[in-house]
């Protein structure tokens, strides 16, 4: 994997080459080595740095559900202090005529404004939040701790791996089909309000929140068991938004099982889609019955938890070690070498003219 190692290292050792023959006598042999070890050094940083990009590359997140199981305020310490006194004393020290001298030092004191503060605090069984204080102890209530209520579906995003990004080109759709839907392409949901989410994605208008809250309330306790996240886009657009929008997502996460439906205005399903990690690895007759369950329907909550009945029947999870491979035959692309030797060379550069110029060793 190290073979852009010249690449880095040979540009950065002619400048140490060049600048030893044309100034012979201005740079000593202990700085003409000092120079090419430093070269050596920042030319295997540079060839580190490159090859942990595959790490920053693959860097992705998982969606995760569950719900909340309490909410409590606790009282903790207070996050606030004022400068309250301070301490003083005498010290002694050399002044600049080298004699000794003596002289006050002050260290200021801080105390609290309070003697606590109010954390309001809602549990859940993928961990805690805390809710913002609206005042600055916290004493007064938060009418967003108020709301919450026990069982509340839950969601969070997670860091992970996900190999399959050092591999861009599988997710391509083409220029012409992310031509075609530049400006139409929808986000990828992401929790927010501490917790909400909105997993049910549309163009055409409608309300379908009695459908996500009845998934959201499946999966607080599905999602956990299966680790499992699904997401639902209803569109008026032809079939090949589906790859402009996988091209935009790059492809579905490990959890997620993503549902389209490209729908007429009475809501008729047109085409039908069904994706999940991988490709659908491994759940490849899932998404194909899940696909054949959409003929001659209406998008409605019906189908919906006849397609959720099967997802939780059958969906496997594809551990992401079983793409490990592709970290180790991944090839860094050739833009990224190009500026980290340029960055090496221009060091080395500097490093020369420092040499010539002044009196280093």
């Keep these: 994997m190290l073979y852009y190692l010249p690449f880095i290292f040979i540009p950065a050792v002619l400048v140490v080459l060049v600048t030893r ?12 080595l000092l120079q090419f070890a430093g070269v050596i050094l920042s030319s295997l940083l540079g060839a580190g740095i490159v090859s942990t990009a595959s790490g920053v590359m693959s860097l992705d997140y998982n969606i995760y559900n569950g719900e909340v199981t309490g909410k409590e305020s606790v009282h903790v310490s207070c996050d606030h202090q004022y400068k309250c006194g301070e301490t003083c004393s005498t010290v ?6 080298g004699k000794p001298a ?11 404004e309070h003697d606590f503060d109010v954390s309001w605090r809602v549990h859940s069984t993928l961990g805690t939040w805390s809710i913002s204080r609206i005042d600055r102890q916290g004493l007064e209530e938060p009418p967003r701790w108020s709301i919450v ?9 997670r860091q992970t791996t996900n190999y399959l990004l050092l591999d861009q080109k599988r997710f391509s759709a083409g220029e012409v089909i992310r031509a075609k839907y530049k400006d139409q392409l929808l986000e990828y949901p992401k929790p927010y309000d501490y917790w909400l989410y909105n997993r049910m994605l549309n163009d055409n208008g409608q309300d379908y929140d009695s459908i996500r809250i009845w998934v959201d309330n499946q999966l607080k306790k599905d999602g956990a068991i299966k ?12 079939s090949d938004y589906y790859y402009a929008l996988m091209d935009y997502w790059k492809g579905a996460r490990k959890n997620d099982v993503i549902l389209f439906y490209g729908v007429d205005d009475q809501e008729n399903i047109r085409w039908s889609k069904a994706i999940s990690f991988a490709d659908g690895q491994n759940n490849q007759i899932m ?4 696909q054949t369950m959409t003929y001659e329907r209406k998008f409605d909550i019906d189908l919906v938890k006849a397609q959720y009945k099967l997802i939780i029947d059958k969906f496997q999870r594809i551990p992401n070690a079983s793409f490990e491979y592709m970290k180790k035959d991944w090839v860094p692309p050739m833009w990224w070498v190009v500026l980290i030797g340029l960055v090496n060379l221009a060091a080395a550069v500097a490093v020369a003219y420092l040499v010539v ?5």
């Design 92 to 97: 002694s020290y050399t002044n600049e005529k």
């Design 149 to 157: 209520e026990i069982g509340e579906p839950v969601s969070e995003n």
């Design 102 to 112: 003596t002289k006050q030092v002050c260290e200021p004191v801080y105390c609290d």
């Design 357 to 361: 110029k002044e009196d280093v060793i």
């Design 227 to 238: 680790e499992l996240n699904v997401i639902f886009v209803v569109t008026l657009n032809d």
């Design 287 to 290: 998404l194909k019955n899940l």
């Design 21 to 32: 023959f044309m100034f012979p006598h201005q740079i000593t042999v202990k700085e003409g």
